[in-house]
């Protein structure tokens, strides 16, 4: 006979909460957010946020979740942000908003396994996903060629971006795409 015990009942599983904890720079101050809530349509039995990776959309903390067919982002919108004392954040569900990026069956294919890169355009409705796809070089040589897309969020549309008309370019000529931000921290003027 064993003593062991399963402690975790089904009850407590949903009761769990998984918090992303954060750090101020202008009030140096840390804070818990707790993450979205998931349908559970979407869970399966090894799910957890560990397989999500975090990124800036907009200004505002995004979630990201890659899958063979789509992108699936969470934008948190910081309601709270007034209440500066609270070390854990009352935001709530309403707080994050839910987005998702489908690629045409057609890429489906050429992306399965691809790690996507997101890049928010600063003060616009764009998000650039970039990506690496395998392609056949000299002498059957095994090259890797970026991809960019054109995600519009207002209209809901994906385009695959052509640069200076090169439809992809080889990973050996080192594209990099990245956005640019004034400055990490707005300082205020203090008379």
Same mark, same amino acid.
């Given at each position: 006979s064993s003593?062991?015990?399963?402690?975790?009942?089904s009850d407590e599983k949903e009761d769990y909460t998984e918090w992303i904890m954060a750090f101020d720079? &202008?009030?140096?101050k840390f804070r818990m957010i707790?993450?979205?809530?998931?349908p559970k349509s979407e869970q399966d039995e090894y799910f957890s946020f560990n397989e999500f990776s975090l990124s800036v959309v907009d200004g505002c903390l995004a979630i990201i979740r890659q899958t063979d067919r789509k992108v699936k982002m969470w934008i948190f919108r910081d309601h709270s942000k007034e209440n500066e004392t609270s070390i854990?954040?009352?935001?709530?569900?309403?707080?994050?908003?839910?987005?998702?990026?489908?690629?045409?069956?057609?890429?489906?294919i050429k992306l399965r396994r691809s790690v996507i890169?997101?890049?928010?355009?600063s003060g616009m409705d764009q998000i650039i996903l970039e990506t690496y796809r395998n392609v056949y070089g000299h002498g059957n040589r095994n090259v890797k060629a970026a991809i960019f897309f054109n995600y519009d969020r207002k209209k809901k549309t994906l385009r695959k971006l052509e640069i200076n008309g090169i439809t992809s370019i080889p990973e050996?000529?080192?594209a990099?795409?990245?956005?640019?931000?004034?400055?990490?921290?707005?300082? &205020?003027k203090k008379l």
């Open positions: 003593d062991i015990e399963n402690v975790e009942s720079i &202008g009030s140096e707790p993450v979205p809530p998931v854990t954040s009352t935001s709530s569900e309403k707080d994050w908003t839910r987005l998702s990026i489908k690629f045409p069956s057609e890429l489906t890169y997101v890049h928010s355009v050996v000529c080192r990099e795409c990245s956005t640019s931000i004034e400055s990490l921290l707005s300082v &205020g």
